[in-house]
């Protein structure tokens, strides 16, 4: 049969000549913050690298407190590119919540929440919810020491919440304690609940970027904006991004190998120096910061409780900005954001360094 | 387009072409080496203790561990001991000895192995691996022939 043939015989049945003429008419601004549209594109590329060495690593992975160390053992030391593959799995993952960040504030300071993307925006902060839940979870599935205690802490923290607290610790960590039930359960989250309700909110996100087209930001509103073509102009240049990235994580995964640690033993001493994932930092350094009581409340209590404002404000800044959303320009909300990044930058440091 | 810039042209898809099929290898080979299990290597055993001697009652049978397969140990109504592989030849499964008939028979598809461990009757193509049966003192000592 002849191309065209084809062509008509899957347009009748799947309607690809919409798509086509979406994509002839899809175009993408031009203009000197042009470079920020490319993280979205390299998030979702890492993401997709997430999907593939996860996908792997499951082959032997054993989702249980007497064989799960042993097997990412046997995964780094007898399969053939284990170590490589593991070590991506790790790398990506970092890269993805790192990029994920960069596509957020970029975003947010070329407000690009306004009407009528603000369920665009709400969508992304679910999918960065999701993807620290991804880290928390995929964090304890080597079952080592680090992971384990980091785990009991993390757990332990969300224990503070207000009123549902207690239920919260006990649900994630399927029981009183981190033992291998939470470990199975972690395991869950991690490759069967977490990848299904992502796969919703991306879906949407991704529809949503698709009906709306890139926001231009305010500054430059008005003005004549050239354009390009998304197909193939800018997908061959996000293509770019992703030869970046992958050249990123070869640069990373080979010659830093991820670690592996020793096995979580339940009745050891935690080892000294324990941290969350870099990406939790700030919030670990603002909670070791508060005094033991504020006031009445317990200090972390209040902490956390502040993290929890803190967060649906984030998530509702769309609805909150009103001078952004009119057009105004909406000074508060950029020293907002710029007093945002500071903080997490200086919390970050100081954990680290402390 | 002049004939120089063409060849360029050409040029620039070679190598563009090798490049992204360069990427493509360089990603491939390794997800297929990881999919492929590595050999595990077990130490082969020779012989293991299968029972005690007074474990087994004449007409009656047992498995036992042989390294990671199973084996068959077999008192026949006579008391003598009989020791075979427990994986029947037709389609893996596991046999077991029935009292009933003074047969060696699998579940799966009724296949029936006398007590020299021929098969008689059903699908099996093959006889069962006959081991030999030893006794030290107590212990019921299977090795392989």
Not at chain 1, 49 to 78: D, K
């Amino acid at each position: 049969m002849r191309v065209e043939t084809w062509r008509s015989w899957l347009d009748e049945r799947l309607g690809t000549e919409a798509i086509r003429e979406f994509l002839r008419r899809k175009e993408v601004p031009i203009h000197r913050h042009t470079i920020w549209y490319y993280f979205g594109g390299m998030t979702l590329f890492l993401f997709v690298v997430q999907v593939v060495t996860g996908a792997l690593l499951l082959l032997y992975y054993r989702p249980s407190a007497e064989a799960a160390f042993e097997s990412v053992q046997f995964i780094m030391t007898e399969v053939e590119f284990g170590w490589l593959i593991r070590s991506i799995h790790s790398w990506s993952a970092n890269l993805m919540i790192a990029t994920l960040f960069i596509h957020m504030f970029s975003a947010y300071f070329m407000k690009a929440y306004r009407p009528p993307r603000e369920l665009t925006w709400v969508s992304g902060t679910l999918l960065l919810v999701l993807a620290l839940a991804f880290g928390f979870s995929g964090y304890l599935l080597p079952w080592n020491k680090l992971a384990f205690f980091a785990t009991k802490v993390g757990t332990d923290i969300a224990g503070d919440v207000p009123l549902i607290g207690p239920f919260l610790l006990r649900f994630l960590r399927g029981g009183e304690e981190v033992t291998g039930a939470t470990l199975t359960r972690f395991f869950g989250f991690h490759v069967a609940i977490l990848p299904g309700v992502t796969t919703i909110v991306l879906t949407l996100h991704l529809i949503l970027v698709q009906k709306h087209g890139m926001s231009i930001p305010p500054s430059l509103e008005g003005a004549r904006v050239r354009t390009m073509k998304f197909f193939p102009n800018f997908l061959l240049r996000d293509l770019i991004g992703w030869v970046l990235a992958i050249g990123a994580l070869a640069a990373l995964a080979a010659p830093f190998p991820w670690g592996l640690g020793e096995k979580a033993d339940p009745f050891a001493p935690a080892p000294a120096g324990i941290k969350p994932e870099w990406y939790f930092l700030f919030l670990f350094q603002t909670l070791r910061l508060l005094p033991a009581r504020v006031g009445i409340f317990e200090g972390e209590v209040v902490g956390v409780t502040l993290f929890l404002l803190g967060a649906l404000f984030w998530m509702l800044v769309p609805f909150l900005d009103q001078p952004a959303s009119r057009g105004w320009r909406s000074r508060f909300f950029t020293g907002l954001g710029v007093f945002i990044v500071l903080y997490i930058a200086v919390m970050t440091i100081w954990g680290y360094l402390a | 387009m002049s004939p120089w810039s063409e060849q360029r042209r050409k040029l620039l898809n070679i190598l563009l072409g090798t490049s992204v099929g360069a990427t493509l290898v360089a990603i491939l080979y390794p997800i297929l080496k990881f999919m492929i299990p590595p050999e595990v290597i077990e130490a082969t055993q020779t012989s293991v203790v299968a029972g005690r001697v007074n474990e087994l009652p004449p007409n009656s049978g047992k498995i036992f561990k042989f390294g990671n397969k199973p084996g068959l140990l077999v008192r026949t109504p006579t008391g003598e001991y009989k020791a075979f592989s427990a994986v029947c030849t037709h389609l893996d499964c596991i046999v077991q000895y029935r009292p009933d008939l003074r047969l060696i028979w699998c579940a799966c598809h009724n296949g029936q192995y006398n007590l020299s461990g021929k098969n008689i009757a059903g699908p099996p193509p093959r006889p069962l691996e006959e081991y030999a049966v030893n006794i030290r003192g107590e212990e019921i000592v299977v090795s392989k022939m």
